[in-house]
């Protein structure tokens, strides 16, 4: 049976790059930089890094901030009011859910695709997602209100197999660490994800009938600098914003997303 534990919201962890973006001219003539609050999901890390970087060449002015964890959760820190200028999370869903608190229209960036990730040598030898249907495998898979566990379970439903999770986690993230420790023999995470742990561990590709495609919205939130939000998430979709996540594996978003 599945391991439903209620795990305790993970404290999210800031950006260790504090980066500086938008002119000076879209604060409004502040005489100080304004301080952006982006709230984004962990599969967003290294790139969003990179991105906030690039933004700070290009546009000087605005000091951005950015918060990681699971969309779930970044999405509930909107909802409870707490500092967040801008959204950015693995699905639809979960922005939806704070739609009213959401200053401008929601915008496609980048898209993500399934992979499965295994323990080092794949000692069980897995080959297909087929595989993890098999009894005594510990799979792991984010929980049912996490995009990379709802992403798993259409995959699932589409290879028409039953697979039996001994545990749900909060990110997809937190499904790698647990096959990276060697607590999990596998578990559905993002390709991204997996680019990110190196030889860490190993993958199990999954084949284009039976993937699902992650799309990764952006969204400025309402309050004092909804402006400045929305300059960036405009630049999000931008080519050089576009180039950097495919540097980190992501796909364009689809046309008119």
Same mark, same amino acid.
């Given at each position: 049976m599945p391991d439903f534990r209620r795990w305790p919201r993970p404290a999210a962890v800031p950006s260790l790059a504090v980066v500086l973006g938008a002119s000076l001219a879209a604060c409004g003539g502040s005489s100080g930089p304004v301080t952006l609050t982006v709230l984004a999901a962990s599969s967003l890390t290294e790139v969003m890094d990179e991105l906030g970087a690039t933004y700070r060449q290009e546009r000087p002015g605005v +000091? @951005? +901030?950015t918060v990681y964890g699971g969309s779930q959760e970044m999405a509930?820190? &909107?909802g409870d009011h707490q500092p967040g200028d801008v959204l950015v999370t693995a699905d639809r869903?979960?922005?939806?859910? @704070?739609?009213r608190k959401l200053a401008g229209r929601p915008r496609a960036v980048a898209r993500n695709s399934l992979t499965i990730a295994v323990r080092p040598g794949n000692p069980k030898r897995l080959r297909t997602p087929y595989d993890l249907a098999r009894p005594g495998l510990r799979v792991v898979t984010g929980g049912p209100i996490v995009p990379v566990g709802r992403y798993a379970q259409q995959m699932f439903a589409r290879a028409g197999v039953t697979v039996r999770t001994s545990s749900q986690e909060v990110s997809a993230r937190a499904v790698l660490d647990r096959v990276r420790a060697g607590e999990a023999d596998a578990g559905v995470v993002y390709v991204t994800d997996l680019r990110s742990a190196g030889v860490a561990a190993g993958s199990v590709p999954v084949p284009p009938a039976l993937n &699902? &495609?992650?799309s990764y919205p952006a969204?400025?939130?309402?309050g004092g600098h909804a402006k400045q939000a929305e300059a960036f998430v405009t630049w999000l979709t931008s080519p050089a914003a576009r180039s950097l996540f495919g540097k980190y594996g992501f796909a364009a978003p689809a046309a008119g997303g």
């Amino acid at each position: 049976m599945p391991d439903f534990r209620r795990w305790p919201r993970p404290a999210a962890v800031p950006s260790l790059a504090v980066v500086l973006g938008a002119s000076l001219a879209a604060c409004g003539g502040s005489s100080g930089p304004v301080t952006l609050t982006v709230l984004a999901a962990s599969s967003l890390t290294e790139v969003m890094d990179e991105l906030g970087a690039t933004y700070r060449q290009e546009r000087p002015g605005v +000091r @951005v +901030r950015t918060v990681y964890g699971g969309s779930q959760e970044m999405a509930a820190r &909107v909802g409870d009011h707490q500092p967040g200028d801008v959204l950015v999370t693995a699905d639809r869903t979960a922005l939806d859910e @704070v739609s009213r608190k959401l200053a401008g229209r929601p915008r496609a960036v980048a898209r993500n695709s399934l992979t499965i990730a295994v323990r080092p040598g794949n000692p069980k030898r897995l080959r297909t997602p087929y595989d993890l249907a098999r009894p005594g495998l510990r799979v792991v898979t984010g929980g049912p209100i996490v995009p990379v566990g709802r992403y798993a379970q259409q995959m699932f439903a589409r290879a028409g197999v039953t697979v039996r999770t001994s545990s749900q986690e909060v990110s997809a993230r937190a499904v790698l660490d647990r096959v990276r420790a060697g607590e999990a023999d596998a578990g559905v995470v993002y390709v991204t994800d997996l680019r990110s742990a190196g030889v860490a561990a190993g993958s199990v590709p999954v084949p284009p009938a039976l993937n &699902v &495609v992650a799309s990764y919205p952006a969204a400025a939130v309402r309050g004092g600098h909804a402006k400045q939000a929305e300059a960036f998430v405009t630049w999000l979709t931008s080519p050089a914003a576009r180039s950097l996540f495919g540097k980190y594996g992501f796909a364009a978003p689809a046309a008119g997303g």
